[in-house]
């Protein structure tokens, strides 16, 4: 029986040259407007599939050189089918669907709250997910309704990667460019927030409440676990990513220390995908050194997540809680995440009136920048705050794509033949695929299917 390939909605990426068309309202000078960035994920099952594909398409997600680039849609659609029915699985065993539009709605009211007590009583919050509803096209159709004067650009990423942040600021340049809407429209982008005192206060409070809870606090590693990237992003691309989780657990370390906890710590990456290598050391290697190390107690901190998702409620407090048991930790324990947290959300209060004198039209240049060194700092700013072009310039303006693992092919079974063998399937099963699409018969799906299932 044949099976027809699902229809996916319209990817984000693929839709960030065309106009919003909508009638804005004339801009008004003091009316503020907050755009969080956001990932975005899966309200219900349904929604997995497309979701990943929305991901997957995305050329910051997946950079493919420019020759093959037009496949990255069929490329996309492969990849979300084979890893839907293991990421249903964690969506499921979580409630059935992502929380997170509903805890980024609560940090929207949270910071706006915040704003008015704070003296911005003209201030809104837009929530803009990048691969899932409310899309960022979304979100700036609605700013540019509203007549937004102001617009402060908000990653709820701490650390700047071109991976999240910068992929949502690339739909976001594309689409200030492709409509004339936004030419009056003054903007400035917060990058990076990892630095700021309120929220290494807030993450230094989560982590003392939880260490009090061990039967021997003193002796509980902390044991942070960001996200992944790609090797290659930081090497070739110049990916800040690495530089600022790291400076971000050595402040939080140090605020630990000043209230007189020395706990051992260890830094770890989660959640890699596929054969290339990822910034090391991973989550599950670690935790199984630390286990055969003899550490009995161990405190998680998803140290990259302001929000509950998938990765802590599934990846994190199932799968890793039972690998730290199964190495020999007999104490575990997380860290929540953020969420709405006083502190967290005063200090973002704060990070947006603190940019608002940065704000410029779409195309100039703010002469002031804001990076590690607070405000007024300059060309040492580690990632500037200041209008699109000049962030976006500042990191992966090239916008290279992934380097080779190997070279080119050798004769013999080498590293080399393994992976052109590996590239040559993949075209055959690209070409097979396009002809099931054209032809509605199935040749490859039910075969990879169980085969994917064995993993």
């Not at 990849?79 to 539009?101: C, T, W």
């Amino acid at each position: 029986m044949s099976r027809s390939p699902p229809q996916m909605p319209v990817s984000s990426s693929d839709s960030g040259t065309g106009q919003l068309d909508v009638a804005p309202r004339p801009p008004q000078s003091g009316k503020v407007g907050v755009l969080l960035l956001n990932l975005g994920g899966p309200e219900k099952l349904e929604d997995v599939q497309p979701f990943l594909y929305n991901l997957f398409a995305d050329p910051d997600i997946i950079r493919l050189p420019s020759a093959v680039r037009f496949l990255q849609p069929v490329l996309a659609s492969v990849i979300a089918s084979l890893r839907a029915p293991k990421s249903a699985e964690g969506y499921e065993a979580i409630g059935g669907g992502s929380p997170l539009r509903k805890i980024t709605d609560d940090q929207a009211v949270a910071i706006r709250k915040a704003l008015r007590k704070k003296g911005i009583l003209d201030a809104e919050v837009y929530v803009a997910m990048r691969y899932w509803h409310p899309y960022t096209e979304e979100a700036l159709k609605q700013v540019v309704e509203d007549g937004v004067g102001k617009l402060v650009i908000l990653p709820l990423y701490p650390q700047f990667s071109i991976s999240t942040s910068g992929s949502s600021l690339r739909l976001i340049e594309a689409l200030f460019k492709g409509d004339p809407a936004f030419e009056s429209l003054q903007h400035t982008v917060i990058p990076s927030w990892y630095q700021r005192p309120g929220y290494v206060r807030a993450m230094a409070d989560l982590i003392q409440e939880e260490l009090d809870q061990f039967p021997d606090p003193e002796e509980a590693r902390i044991f942070f676990s960001a996200h992944g990237v790609p090797k290659s992003y930081v090497i070739e691309a110049g990916d800040p990513y690495k530089e600022e989780m790291e400076e971000c657990v050595a402040l939080i370390m140090g605020e630990l220390a000043r209230r007189g906890r020395g706990n051992p710590h260890t830094l770890a990456y989660q959640s890699r995908v596929g054969p290339v290598e990822w910034l090391k050391p991973y989550t599950d290697d670690s935790i199984r050194e630390l286990g055969k190390g003899g550490c009995k107690s161990l405190l998680a901190v998803p140290i990259s997540f302001v929000s509950e998702h998938i990765e802590t409620l599934e990846e994190i407090d199932m799968e890793y809680r039972e690998l730290a048991e199964e190495s020999g930790v007999r104490h575990w324990r997380r860290v929540p995440a953020l969420n709405t947290d006083a502190t967290f959300i005063d200090d973002l209060a704060d990070a947006v009136i603190e940019a608002l004198p940065y704000v410029s039209n779409f195309g100039g240049r703010s002469s002031a920048t804001i990076g590690s060194g607070g405000a007024g700092a300059t060309t040492d700013a580690s990632v500037p705050i200041g209008d699109l072009e000049a962030l976006l310039g500042a990191y992966d303006r090239e916008r290279r794509a992934l380097p080779a693992p190997v070279g080119p092919w050798e004769w013999g079974f080498t590293k080399s033949a393994e992976t052109w063998n590996g590239r040559l399937a993949m075209v055959a099963i690209i070409v097979i695929l396009l002809l099931e699409v054209t032809t509605g018969q199935s040749v490859l799906y039910s075969a990879i299917y169980h085969m994917t299932a064995l993993d």
